[in-house]
């Protein structure tokens, strides 16, 4: 049994203790340094979907497009930029109001969080018209947005009436000049029982439809409507109005029902969350989470394998010499020569993007160094006195090969595999930025590459460019320092006399 | 590569015996070894690379196009990298331990870490985006090697095809210097360990004497070795590069090449790279004889 404190057979054997070995490291910046950004790295890796707030993949639209990190209100000049803003309007936060000459007919009533509005006739009454109507106000104390987005739920069912048509109408009134935006109209034509439209009962309205500007007079290239509606701080109403024309049909007996559910009026915010939105709505915070786990997934996975390849080659080169020798080191050669990239590419667009399919092939085009490394120190450790004396013994090769000497390359395994982590790290960054990456992995040269492709340079939206520039350096050169002192520490000939 | 190149000449609902008529004319019915393969290796004795897929230009014209602006970009940022690395390097060697050194050494990390493309990346948004959006000077090109709609004065075009080359010139050399500094700064520290430097030392040389006379030289070497095996990574290594900086080069070209499926582009492309490792490989052992005694032609 090997204790951790005491002194290990092969550490020793190159002048350090096993103990003293972590003091050494402990006392160095770099390494404190380099460990607590690693560290932070893989907690956030492991703990990300507790840290993100949305999906990083599916959740578009969770903020106006391109909008700043929300912590930019503190400062001056920035406080008032729109944020988020949703207003629900449940059944019991409407006003309402029922007039005309046949307000007697209609009656409300609660369905669990609907409002259900019926309009019952016997088959006597007169011509005449009646309107509900609707009002709920809020108060809006932001700069003027850029988007909202109204969902009106309403389901009108119309049942053996036929001379009643119906008209419903959702209007925003800004109470500062009263001035009243009619954002949806169901007119014309009014509507009756066979007027069948597809999605009636969930009507979206969006500030950015065009067919929204032509009602409201105004060209979208030339004003934006949503600045136009919210211009003040101020009270705002919205109001829904239903209208019942009745044509007095004697013994039309029936009633038309209508359902509204909760209205949701959301005003997409221009600062959002940690690191604001991308030119889509996504939140950046959350592919800047998720991507440490590709990051750190490939480099450490893409590096092991190296490692194990090149030991194994280096190893066996080494120890059996001959045309073994040449015939892996031949093939080292081949590839050390290899362009890197034209092959990966080439790989990428015949087989898969998969994360797996980039893994694999970093890994087997980066094994090279280390083995022909190997393959020298092999060479000259098996010619030491304790090779041969597990020779004589009766140890077989492999039991020489891995149980006798691979031990003693364990320094120059430690750190060349960490500083082979951040080249795969980075080759995989620079492969997504380019677009060769695995587009169900949000990693950070996918966040570099939408902001590359969709404008995100041209609007010098700094929040979705510098994380990820600055989350890859800062895990490169963590490990970086990890490695160097590493190898400061383990190799002897860098260490200092 | 698994692509029919027919599909890229005539329409995709062609009657069969016409694709077939195409490959045969091509010669792609014939057996890919040996037919097919002695067939390409004669023709790229002839300089024939065959043509592209896209244009349906010879792709060694498209090559000659690109292969100055490539030799350019990458050239200049070889040399200054050495440049730099070999003075830095050699100056914090004989500041060793120093702040200075440490200075050097942080900063040698730091590049080392630093892909070419990132940093062009950062000088993209820092030098030509922030002043063009924000306020409207056209510091330095967004992308591209030339400008358009250039008049036909050589001064003009010389500084313009300059003024694009600074961002992806600097990039790499922020993001390049460092493995050299630190490489050449390990060697220079092992040179002045030896004996002859203690020597030349006690005759009361002075500091930058030794450096110039004795250390430099026998650090020449493995300098230009350095120097020879950074040339084959030229075309490959520059592909995210020069994407990202639009540059009209070889990189760009294998790139475009490789994601259009466009076969005969990629060979030549990959064929030139190792005839400039070949060359660049062969010029290195030429002048390592000139600089090292020890190593003597046969």
Redesign the interface.
Known sequence: MRSWLGRHPVLARHGLHRSRTLQMLLRRKMWIFGMAVLVANISVAVFAPVIATNDPIYDIHVADDLAMPEWITIFPGFGDIPRNLLVLINHRDWKYDIHGTHASLIRLDYMTNELVANYRRSGVEEKGDTELTLTHTFDYEYAPPKTFVALLPIAVTITKLTGVSYRFALSITRSSDAKTFVVYDSYPPWRTSDFIRLADNRITIHSRDPMLGRKLGVSLLERNIAEMVFSSKTSYTIRLTVSVMDEGLAGDIGEMKVVLSPLSFRIPGKAYGILGTNLEGADVFSQLVYGTRVSLIVGILSASIAVLVGVIVGVIAGYKGGIVDQAFMFMADTLIQTPTLPIIILVMMLFSRSIYVIISILALLSWMGLARQLRAWVLSLKERPFVEAVRAAGGGDLYIMFRVIAPHTIPLLTYSFVLSIPGAILTEAGLSMIGFGDPLFPSWGKILNEAWNSGGFASLAWWWIAPPIAALLLLALSIVSIGRTLEEVLNPRLRKR | ??VDPTRFLIDLDAPPDQKIFLRKQFGLDEPIFPHQYVRYVLNLFRGEFGFSFLTRRPVIDEIMERLPNTVMLSGSSILLNFVIGLSVGLYAATKR?KRVDSAVLSAS??S????I??MG??L??CLA??PA??WGVKLFPISGTTSPLLPPDPLIRALDYLWHLVLPLVASVIAGFGSSTYYFRNIAITELEQDYVLTARAKGLPQDRIMKRHVLKSVAPPVVTAVALSV??V???W??TE??FSWFGLGLY??QA??S?NYPA?QA??FM?AVL?AISLYIADIAIAYLDPRVRFR
């Open positions: 590569m698994g331990e990390i730091f080392y870490i630093m892909p493309w990132l990346l950062v993209l948004i985006w922030l959006v924000a084959p990574g075309i490959s290594g592909i995210i994407t990202v294998a790139f490789l994601t499926y990629i492309v990959l790279q490792t």
